[in-house]
């Protein structure tokens, strides 16, 4: 059967039109999102998709709940008063309406990519056919956002089995402490600006604390779920409990109290029917009268407390944003300082300088370079990005990684051409002879950016890996180097799905982990986890950067052959 081409303009105008045009516009506001949130956690528990090991089918769900809380907000009238009272054909309807918007959520990442020729759509019979490329790091991309998620997926998992028999608040603070020591990062106290954490981060963690008991609740053993309903998951305070807030929050300064609880509530972006805003940076949903629900699977399945706030303020606050998205990654350079220190010995370091650059009057800032007693030399650029929620936040992200790759040589170049300027900074009599370079981005490693030959992006958690087997810089990059190619070539199968939205059939093809691949790195994670989070009568935090996982993938023997 011959395939007809579709004009993806007119295609993709009947799509955004379809769930505002079946939105029923009677119901009120927040009883609307209230059900939803309902409908949300009965679609979590009955499909299993939270910490899966795709980032999609999660991803999916939590868009397709934040796409109807914004049009809800846009065409919904609010309610004087909010009653939580579920109505059955209310909870159907949103119920229906969320399984359609997660649909809409796996379009809204096909039709980007069309824009960017990136994809194509063609007409089979009633079927519209989606044909995507491949793009160069896509397994890559899926494999390292399922070592940021499974081991936590584990570790909270096992966490409520090792602590059943203990009295319940032990055991919420328990689960709070695992989730928040796997994702420490690099942020300080004062860089909750204007407030601290002792303000933002005290009314997030208190949120976390309510999730952590609903999660309790849900497991009755590690890996047992208990089919519960919203009922007994949902965190709803009234607007005297909500005012009640405040006494959890040890804060002296009403203020700024009262900035950082704005700054976790939901306020819509964006005057299109697209959300711009995101209930992940900002869970709180508060009525008009002053009360408060949140959902404890958004705060759970979620980023760390830290990349949640900075998400919030890159959308909201941008100012702030930048402000602090420099702090921390100046941060990320001292942390790979002290674990070369730790492993190498006599290294010469310097970072944070300028250099001209050879044939201009232009200066360059430099983050940081390496260099050893015989003249080898590692120079890592370091990018400090969020995990992208779109595919065109990864498109802009891609973008600021490819210029990061063209850049490189010119940098390398400088440092060799600047020789005695160089010395000088690292304070060493020897001459560079051998330089290498490397960029390390803190989580994301770009989705459609080339593997190049030369310029390894790998992420912070490969550098950490590689400093520790090491014993000389050469070492370091070849690491890097073999990893990148390493985790590019992670096994994918492709399995068509048909999805009908509008009225319409589509036929998308999916990119998932071999399934033998998988189950064997599902074990291989597990083991880990037991043997780093296990320490007899207590349970040791882990952070995810202390989980040694290259051993999943091996270079020789590779895990899905083996």
Known sequence: MDKIQVDYNELEKVVDDWIPNLLNKEIPRYSFIFHCNCAYVDAAIETGCFFSSSESSERYLVFALNYLTHLAYKYLQEEEVFLYEVDDSIYEYTYRLLMEAYTYAELCDIFPKVHNRKASFSKEGDLIIVNEEELCRESMQQYEYYLLRKPLH??????????????????????????????????????????????????????MITAAK???????????????????????????????????????????????????????????????????DAPIIRTKDGCMFINPFILLFNNSVDTQFLNYLRRHDNERFLQIKDKIKERCIPEVELWLDRRIKGLNKVSNFELKIPGTKNKREFDLLVCDSIGNALYIEFKHFYLPESYSEKCNLDRELIKAQKKMKDQLYAIKENSED??????????????????????????????????????????????????????????????EKKYAGVPLVKK????????????????????????????????????????????????YKELSLNDIVNEDNDLWKS
């Open 214 to 280: 609903r999660y309790l609740f849900l497991y009755d053993a590690d890996f047992m779920v208990r089919k519960l309903r919203w009922t007994q998951l949902l965190i709803c305070f009234s607007s005297v409990g909500a005012s009640q807030i405040r006494t959890m929050i040890p804060t002296d300064n009403d203020e700024f109290y009262q900035q950082a609880i704005e700054d976790c509530i939901y306020k819509p972006l964006g005057k299109g029917d697209y959300p711009k805003a995101s209930l992940a």
């Open 154 to 207: 584990y570790i909270l998992q096992y966490g409520c089995g090792r602590t059943a028999k203990t009295e319940l608040t032990k055991r919420q603070m328990a689960i709070f402490e695992l989730y928040k020591s796997y994702w420490s990062e690099n942020i300080w106290n004062d860089d909750f600006e204007p407030y601290s954490a002792m303000e933002g981060g005290g009314i997030r963690d208190y949120l």
């Open 496 to 543: 068509n799905v048909i999805r009908e939205y509008a009225k319409i059939k589509f036929k998308i093809t999916k990119r998932v982990f071999d399934p033998v691949f998988e189950k064997k790195a599902n074990k291989v994670i597990y083991e880990h986890v037991v043997k780093s989070i296990d320490a007899g009568v207590a349970l040791k935090r882990v952070r």
């Open 422 to 483: 160089v010395k000088c900074l690292l304070k060493s009599d020897c001459r560079i002879s051998q330089i290498d370079g490397i960029i390390v981005s803190y989580l994301y490693t770009g989705t459609d950016v080339d593997i190049s030959e030369e310029y390894p992006i790998i992420s912070l958690l490969t550098v950490k890996e590689a400093i520790n087997i090491a014993t000389g810089i050469k070492e370091i990059y070849d690491f890097c180097q073999k990893s």
